[in-house]
């Protein structure tokens, strides 16, 4: 599966991320199994990004994918949107969870190269920046950053896709 290229500035917009994400975990959580946990955790009151509403969907559900195949049957995933510590960017972060009996939490499924493509795709068209962290009992953890919308900026911010700035989480 590839982006479609985008048309013009007309496709960007000023979105609420929080709400984007709540709307499409509501969705696909409709068809999960009960013993799955999805939890989503939104701050309020964030600033709004600019950004392709049908890209950030697209996004946001390749992210489930990539989380929740491995966790089906036990475990779960979260997600949360945020600001960043420095004021500067919204965050989305997605990890894997671990269900109360501690047992190990297992990895993403990023050999599912369409929606790892999609993801460094929109990544990448968005301006945004890319984190992934593991840490010793098994869990992932991935940041995604975008810039916060600025009074100056045009409406249309995202490009055609490039390849994603990727950082380590200290």
Do not use: Y
Request: proline content about 7%; charged content about 25%.
């Amino acid at each position: 599966m590839t982006l479609p290229p985008l048309v013009g500035d007309e496709t960007a917009e000023l979105l609420d991320l929080a709400a984007l994400v709540e709307g499409v975990v509501a969705d696909r959580a409709r068809s999960l199994p009960p013993e799955l946990q999805l939890v989503v955790d939104v701050a309020s009151n964030l600033a709004k990004i600019h950004g392709v509403r049908t890209d950030l969907e697209r996004l946001v559900g390749a992210l489930l994918e990539l989380w929740l195949a491995p966790t089906l049957g036990a475990g779960g995933v979260a997600l949360v949107v945020d600001r960043t510590e420095d004021g500067h960017g919204i965050r989305l972060e997605v990890l894997n969870t671990s269900p109360a009996s501690h047992a190990p939490a297992s990895s993403p499924r990023l050999d599912r190269g369409d929606a790892l493509r999609t993801v460094l795709g929109v990544v990448g068209r968005h301006d945004a920046t890319l984190r992934v962290a593991s840490c010793a009992q098994g869990a992932t953890r991935l940041e995604i950053v975008f810039p916060l919308a600025r009074a100056s900026d045009r409406a249309a911010r995202c490009r055609r896709p490039t390849q994603p700035r990727v950082r380590p989480i200290h």
